[in-house]
């Protein structure tokens, strides 16, 4: 160690400090790796491996960017999760004795960067703090680049993955025993790619969390920011509080309020509830286009896409929020033109959010300043437009929140110029008559000019060189330029300074004095132009809480006049709100597939009634490609609308609000993870069971689907019967299967009925119609939608052939029979034959033989198997040999 350079020594020690980071180290004009980070980032960011000899044996792996360039390097190592600290000299390297000091500025964190090209506009970057204590789980929600601060706390593990999958974090703190509480770690870290790190115990001390948050918040007490019923949610704010700070190395002004909720007052879906229903991303491609958000999202400011998201995200239970919402969209559906005015008038409004967020990281450049200043200056027209909308109690709220900050808009407008320059520290930032110092420091550069070209027409004449010219470069300073040809007629006081191609350039003692005069007035002039422009960027900062309020209520009057226009624009209805638990929709639309449509008139509508009492359970049949999934995601998304405020497709809809939605897809329709299928759909089915309520509303497409016909009709058969009955669950229930063996169960259970989407038959044809009728399909048309599908009609033909065969012992007398039993105890259907147009069984018909299936388990190719595949062909080969057996 002795051996090692003193840089070195340095180096070693400040990354021995951050083990987990990767170390940008600040030498002259990069920013230089070593060691394994040196390994890591040029294999990530495929830049070329170098060395330096630092006094070691070998030379230590080396590779560095420039500094100029580390901003997008660094954003890109953060994205692929790593965190990047970044060692800086903090002294001028030309006045230091002995090696430059350097310290670390900031670390930068997937969930803390602020980098305005790293962050997607309209999405919230949060960072997740988890607190795993006896049992319960306090979590702190922050977005760094918006200053949004939350808090909560849940006592079931189900409930902590409903909020990560909720606020979906890029980052995750966390204590040692939340790794061992029983979640998903890999999972959240693989498939969710989240950076997820536990903090050293020192973070989870509870006392030193309560006194962290009082002084961020400046107040005396928790009570009085109501959070105190929140203790471990407490911990998890102290800690996430402290891990900002240290990661950004300064305060953290921009976050002024911290937002305590308890989970269950807002609409809990579980992921695969979000997914099932892409309310904010397709399952396929993860766009926005195809979800519910991408319909809904007419906002004309990041701020108002991010409110949005967040509506979508948390849909709302209390009545009387939803109608407030309600009330402000129809005000402006009322009053279009003035909605359509406040529209443009919001257009050109920046994020204000996210310029706040640079102002107190002191990041933000006079650009951010004067483009701060053209979005407020649009305030006072937004609030006049408002007036217009008059009698609408939530919309006066919003005005009354909105603070035109003249003052602000006044001062930036004084101070600094209208096409500032994007560096701070060389000047041109500071309008004229803001300060008389700038003021005659400009006039002394004015000033220069003149005594410049009187010294160059006073050279001219004493010297007769008729074309000598002063020119100033960067490098050079000031200096005579006198082309070859004039050479010999260059005075003896004249200093050579550079020799260009065909003419050299040279100084004197009167020009240097003149340059030194002008050029420290221009120093002195960007000095204090730098000073001027810090003090208006705090004086904007010091006003922090007025505009975050500003910034959020135009936010909100951005999402109330995108859900208007949308509403008007897709014809949407006001649908009316209650808590009689009546589900009554007419001519229902699903939002998305209809936009989707080249004409909006394709999509054929369909009414929905549901109840508590008789017509709680819809079992909907209908032949592959009926529109049964349509159909009851459709419902399920008018809820969700009508309960995030907004309107909804539809002619008319009266909603009694849900609890929660659940949505299940059978497996087939289902592109999940690497599970087994048939597993992930029945653990799915198992959590709706069990946390389902009375007020829920259930979505169970084609559930049973990923295991044999009989397991799979027998298990669909008793979960209807299990929510059916009031004392076990008694929720609202749409159910579509290709069972249509299950239709028996209507008369059978009263709170059931039938309903099958109507399809024509033409002759051995089908025709779609797209219209959902009382009653149940009695046959699955499979045949047919092959046909449709085109699988050759020797193919078709021949199954039509079996079909027949196989109806003559159909399984629907079987069931029959069951049905005619009581309740869930009775028998068992035992396998005899199989579906009538189950085509995945016809093994049942050729003559297996032992070796038959010998040699099909010698064939198989299992390094090429997925689970799911090995799962089928064991099934299939059991089954081959138990219907062997039974022939
Ligand atoms: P199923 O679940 O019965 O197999 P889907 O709901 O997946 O059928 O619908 C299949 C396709 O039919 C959808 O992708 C959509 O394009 C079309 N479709 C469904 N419902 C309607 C409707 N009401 N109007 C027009 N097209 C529809
Ligand atoms: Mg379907």
């Known amino acids: 160690m002795d051996k090692v350079s003193p840089m070195m020594k340095h180096y070693l020690q400040t990354k021995a400090e951050n083990p987990d980071c990767i170390l940008f180290y600040r030498l002259g004009d990069f920013y230089e790796m070593f060691f394994d980070d040196a390994l890591t980032v040029s294999r990530e960011m495929e830049l070329t491996l170098t060395g330096k000899a630092c006094g070691m044996d070998k030379r230590a792996p080396m590779c560095g960017v420039p500094f100029h360039a580390a901003d997008s390097y660094l954003n890109r190592l953060v994205k692929k999760g790593y965190k990047v600290a970044i060692c800086e000299q903090v002294e001028d390297p030309k006045t230091a004795k002995g090696i430059v000091k350097r310290d670390i500025i900031r670390?930068?964190?997937?969930?803390?960067?602020?980098?305005?090209?790293?962050?997607?506009?309209?999405?919230?970057?949060?960072?997740?703090?988890?607190?795993?204590?006896?049992?319960?789980?306090?979590?702190?929600?922050?977005?760094?680049?918006?200053?949004?601060?939350?808090?909560?706390?849940?006592?079931?593990?189900?409930?902590?993955?409903?909020?990560?999958?909720?606020?979906?974090?890029?980052?995750?703190?966390?204590?040692?025993?939340?790794?061992?509480?029983?979640?998903?770690?890999?999972?959240?870290?693989?498939?969710?790619?989240?950076?997820?790190?536990?903090?050293?115990?020192?973070?989870?001390?509870?006392?030193?969390?309560?006194?962290?948050?009082?002084?961020?918040?400046?107040?005396?007490?928790?009570?009085?920011?109501?959070?105190?019923?929140?203790?471990?949610?407490?911990?998890a704010a102290g800690a996430l509080l402290r891990y900002l700070e240290d990661m950004a190395r300064s305060d953290l002004s921009n976050i002024g309020h911290i937002t305590p909720y308890l989970a269950y007052k807002y609409m809990l879906l579980d992921s695969s509830t979000r997914r099932n229903l892409e309310l904010t991303e397709t399952m396929r491609d993860k766009s926005k286009r195809g979800s519910l958000l991408w319909v809904l999202d007419r906002t004309k400011t990041a701020m108002g896409a991010r409110m949005l998201r967040r509506f979508i995200e948390q849909p709302l239970i209390d009545i009387d929020e939803m109608k407030a919402r309600q009330s402000a969209i129809e005000a402006l559906m009322n009053n279009a033109i003035c909605r359509d005015e406040i529209r443009e008038y919001l257009a050109p409004v920046y994020d204000?959010?996210?310029?706040?967020?640079?102002?107190?990281?002191?990041?933000?450049?006079?650009?951010?300043?004067?483009?701060?200043?053209?979005?407020?200056?649009?305030?006072?027209?937004?609030?006049?437009?408002?007036?217009?909308?008059?009698?609408?109690?939530?919309?006066?709220?919003?005005?009354?929140?909105?603070?035109?900050?003249?003052?602000?808009?006044?001062?930036?407008?004084?101070?600094?110029?209208?096409?500032?320059?994007?560096?701070?520290?060389?000047?041109?930032?500071?309008?004229?008559?803001?300060?008389?110092?700038?003021?005659?420091?400009?006039?002394?550069?004015?000033?220069?000019?003149?005594?410049?070209?009187?010294?160059?027409?006073?050279?001219?004449?004493?010297?007769?060189?008729?074309?000598?010219?002063?020119?100033?470069?960067?490098?050079?300073?000031?200096?005579?330029?006198?082309?070859?040809?004039?050479?010999?007629?260059?005075?003896?006081?004249?200093?050579?300074?550079?020799?260009?191609?065909?003419?050299?350039?040279?100084?004197?003692?009167?020009?240097?004095?003149?340059?030194?005069?002008?050029?420290?007035?221009?120093?002195?002039?960007?000095?204090?132009?730098?000073?001027?422009?810090?003090?208006?960027?705090?004086?904007?900062?010091?006003?922090?809480?007025?505009?975050?309020?500003?910034?959020?209520?135009?936010?909100?009057?951005?999402?109330?006049?995108?859900?208007?226009?949308?509403?008007?624009?897709?014809?949407?209805?006001?649908?009316?709100?209650?808590?009689?638990g009546i589900i009554n929709i007419k001519e229902g639309r699903h939002p998305v597939i209809e936009r989707m449509m080249d004409r909006t008139d394709l999509f054929i509508s369909n009414d929905t009634y549901l109840d508590d009492n008789k017509h709680?359970?819809?079992?909907?049949?209908?032949?592959?490609?009926?529109?049964?999934?349509?159909?009851?995601?459709?419902?399920?998304?008018?809820?969700?609308?009508?309960?995030?405020?907004?309107?909804?497709?539809?002619?008319?809809?009266?909603?009694?609000?849900?609890?929660?939605?659940?949505?299940?897809?059978?497996?087939?329709?289902?592109?999940?993870?690497?599970?087994?299928?048939?597993?992930?759909?029945?653990?799915?089915?198992?959590?709706?069971?069990?946390?389902?309520?009375?007020?829920?509303?259930?979505?169970?497409?084609?559930?049973?689907?990923?295991?044999?016909?009989?397991?799979?009709?027998?298990?669909?058969?008793?979960?209807?019967?299990?929510?059916?009955?009031?004392?076990?669950?008694?929720?609202?229930?749409?159910?579509?299967?290709?069972?249509?063996?299950?239709?028996?169960?209507?008369?059978?259970?009263?709170?059931?009925?039938?309903?099958?989407?109507?399809?024509?038959?033409k002759g051995d044809d089908i025709v779609f119609l797209r219209k959902i009728i009382k009653g149940g399909a009695d046959k699955s048309y499979g045949i047919q939608v092959a046909k449709l599908a085109g699988i050759p009609a020797m193919v078709t033909d021949r199954a039509r052939q079996i079909c027949d065969e196989l109806a003559k012992s159909d399984i629907t007398l079987k069931v029959k029979e069951i049905s005619a039993q009581d309740g869930p105890k009775g028998r068992k259907p035992k396998p005899k034959h199989y579906d009538a147009v189950d085509l995945g069984q016809m093994s049942l018909f050729e003559s297996t033989t032992d070796e038959d299936v010998i040699e099909e388990l010698k064939s198989i190719d299992i390094s090429n198997l997925t689970p799911l595949d090995a799962l089928n062909t064991l099934y299939k080969l059991q089954n081959d040999l138990k219907n062997r057996w039974k022939a």
């Not at 990041?363 to 407020?376: E, G, K, M, Q, W």
């Not at 919003?398 to 994007?422: F, H, K, Q, R, T």
């Not at 289902?670 to 089915?685: I, K």
């Open 352 to 580: 204000l959010e996210r310029i706040m967020s640079r102002i107190s990281y002191k990041t933000a450049n006079p650009r951010d300043l004067l483009s701060f200043r053209n979005s407020i200056s649009m305030l006072p027209a937004i609030k006049i437009a408002l007036e217009d909308t008059k009698g609408c109690a939530e919309l006066e709220r919003l005005s009354g929140e909105i603070d035109v900050l003249n003052d602000i808009c006044d001062l930036i407008g004084s101070a600094i110029v209208d096409e500032p320059p994007l560096a701070i520290k060389d000047g041109g930032i500071i309008r004229d008559g803001y300060n008389n110092d700038i003021d005659s420091y400009r006039q002394a550069a004015v000033n220069g000019k003149e005594w410049l070209a009187r010294l160059e027409e006073e050279t001219r004449q004493s010297t007769g060189i008729k074309n000598l010219r002063i020119k100033y470069s960067n490098v050079f300073g000031y200096a005579f330029e006198v082309t070859n040809s004039n050479k010999d007629l260059v005075p003896d006081h004249f200093v050579r300074k550079q020799t260009l191609t065909n003419c050299e350039r040279y100084t004197t003692q009167e020009l240097k004095e003149l340059e030194d005069t002008i050029l420290g007035a221009k120093e002195k002039l960007n000095g204090l132009e730098y000073e001027l422009f810090c003090d208006v960027r705090d004086r904007v900062e010091a006003e922090m809480s007025r505009i975050q309020k500003t910034a959020k209520a135009i936010a909100l009057l951005d999402v109330y006049a995108s859900l208007s226009y949308v509403a008007e624009k897709e014809h949407y209805v006001k649908p009316l709100l209650s808590e009689n």
């Open 107 to 235: 670390i930068v964190t997937p969930g803390t960067n602020i980098d305005q090209g790293s962050l997607e506009e309209s999405r919230n970057n949060y960072i997740m703090s988890l607190v795993y204590f006896d049992n319960r789980t306090g979590i702190a929600i922050s977005d760094v680049s918006t200053g949004d601060f939350y808090l909560t706390e849940v006592d079931r593990l189900k409930s902590v993955m409903d909020e990560i999958s909720k606020y979906s974090p890029t980052e995750i703190i966390c204590n040692d025993a939340f790794m061992v509480s029983g979640i998903n770690i890999e999972d959240l870290r693989g498939r969710l790619g989240i950076c997820l790190n536990t903090l050293d115990a020192h973070y989870f001390d509870e006392e030193l969390a309560g006194r962290t948050i009082m002084d961020q918040f400046k107040v005396g007490s928790l009570t009085g920011l109501g959070i105190s019923d929140f203790p471990t949610g407490i911990i």
């Open 616 to 761: 709680m359970i819809s079992i909907i049949t209908g032949p592959n490609m009926a529109g049964k999934s349509t159909y009851m995601r459709q419902t399920a998304l008018i809820v969700l609308m009508a309960q995030i405020g907004s309107f909804v497709p539809a002619s008319s809809a009266e909603i009694g609000i849900v609890d929660r939605i659940f949505t299940r897809v059978g497996a087939s329709d289902d592109l999940g993870s690497g599970q087994s299928t048939f597993m992930v759909e029945m653990n799915e089915v198992a959590n709706i069971l069990r946390n389902a309520s009375s007020k829920s509303l259930l979505i169970l497409d084609e559930i049973g689907r990923g295991t044999s016909t009989y397991d799979g009709l027998s298990i669909a058969w008793a979960v209807i019967e299990h929510i059916a009955n009031k004392k076990l669950l008694g929720a609202k229930t749409l159910f579509a299967t290709h069972y249509h063996e299950l239709t028996e169960l209507e008369g059978k259970i009263d709170s059931v009925s039938n309903y099958c989407i109507a399809v024509k038959e």
